[in-house]
């Protein structure tokens, strides 16, 4: 129990929906001893009771409400589509002075969603964990999710600078590093990170299920040429990403504009045997994978890591650090 922490940063913090990005939140605060109570709620009885018996709250409540009730740093943690109605039903829970952030994947929508629900004396501060897994639900959290990974935090213009400076050290005591973005930036720089990524992802894997020429069991048994990296992104959950595509539509169009061009480029370069311009882009590209690794955000282990096993066995699961972490 985190009762007997000494001096935490929260008196309470309340966790709206206790999924992968919540109850990670809920694990690390109580090993770092960030609280003296964590308390949430979710969607469902189920979830509330597995995030229990896991030991990730002190507390659950059956509405958002209930759990923000004297908490001085609320957090959303559910998917972007419903912060709005969230944070409309909120308001009047909220204490003078508490901290109202979330972890949602696109910014700007989430200033224009919340925004105007804010009550005056409460504040509001957007936030995004760039860490995750392909996992969902409070059994897929886990305490070291954030160490080591970056936290982007888009304070407004009339931000409280005290406020900002307690969010952004209950972040650096998860373990991440922390950076202040504009929102706009945010949405722009995830969108060729992240979305445009799990886009490509979805697509190719898309692609491959309708493919009449190749069987389904031949794409999994050969997927080790390449196709089951894409397939780790393609099994994220789909309503998180719905939310993120219909929230970040422009900066995700502009990039996939970008994206068609230099694909049409490619398919011209293959038509034409351009191997000289093949070479160029396929060295650039690899110079960008080793910036990532030793920037530490992935394992320079060969094939992510991956433990040959002897067919038949169970895969080792893809957890911990450098373990099959996304945004
Ligand atoms: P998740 O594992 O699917 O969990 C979502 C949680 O939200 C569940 O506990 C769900 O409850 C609850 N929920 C959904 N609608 C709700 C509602 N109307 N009221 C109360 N609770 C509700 O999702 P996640 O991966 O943790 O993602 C959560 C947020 O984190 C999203 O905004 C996402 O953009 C952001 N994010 C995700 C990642 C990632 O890699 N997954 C990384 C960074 C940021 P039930 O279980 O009862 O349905």
């Keep these: 129990m985190t009762s007997a922490v000494k001096k935490p940063l929260f008196e309470a913090i309340a966790l709206i929906g206790l999924g992968l990005i919540g109850a990670s939140i809920g694990h690390a605060v109580r090993r770092h001893g960030l609280a003296r109570r964590i308390h949430g709620t979710a969607r469902t009885a189920a979830t509330r009771k597995t995030a229990l018996a896991l030991g990730i709250v002190d507390a659950t409540f059956e509405s958002a409400p209930e759990a923000a009730a004297g908490a001085d740093l609320v957090i959303l943690c559910t998917p972007v589509g419903t912060f709005g109605e969230l944070a409309k039903a909120l308001a009047p829970a909220l204490e003078e002075g508490a901290i109202l952030s979330d972890v949602g994947s696109v910014k700007q929508a989430v200033i224009r969603d919340v925004g105007p629900h804010v009550p005056d004396g409460v504040h509001f501060i957007p936030a995004h964990p760039i860490a995750g897994t392909e996992q969902s639900g409070p059994e897929a959290g886990f305490a070291e999710l954030f160490e080591g990974r970056w936290c982007v935090l888009t304070p407004l213009a009339e931000t409280d600078a005290g406020a900002l400076g307690r969010l952004e050290a209950f972040w650096r005591a998860l373990g991440s590093q922390v950076e202040i973005m504009e929102a706009d930036h945010h949405d722009l720089v995830l969108a060729i990170t992240s979305h445009l990524p799990h886009l490509i992802a979805y697509n190719i894997v898309g692609t491959a299920a309708d493919l009449e020429e190749v069987t389904k069991s031949e794409i999994i048994k050969f997927s080790a ?62 110079a960008i994978r080793r910036g990532i690794i030793e920037a530490g955000q992935d394992t320079s282990a060969p094939d992510f890591g991956r433990i040959a096993k002897p067919q038949g066995s169970a895969a080792a699961p893809a957890r911990g650090r450098g373990g099959g972490k996304r945004p």
């Design 225 to 286: 040429g390449g196709f089951r990296d894409f397939t780790r992104l393609a099994a994220s959950d789909p309503v998180m990403w719905r939310d993120v595509f219909l929230n970040n539509r422009e900066a995700v169009l502009e990039t996939l504009g970008r994206f068609s061009e230099d694909l049409a480029a490619l398919q011209r370069a293959i038509r034409w045997s351009d191997g000289e311009a093949l070479y160029e882009l396929f060295s650039r590209t690899r």
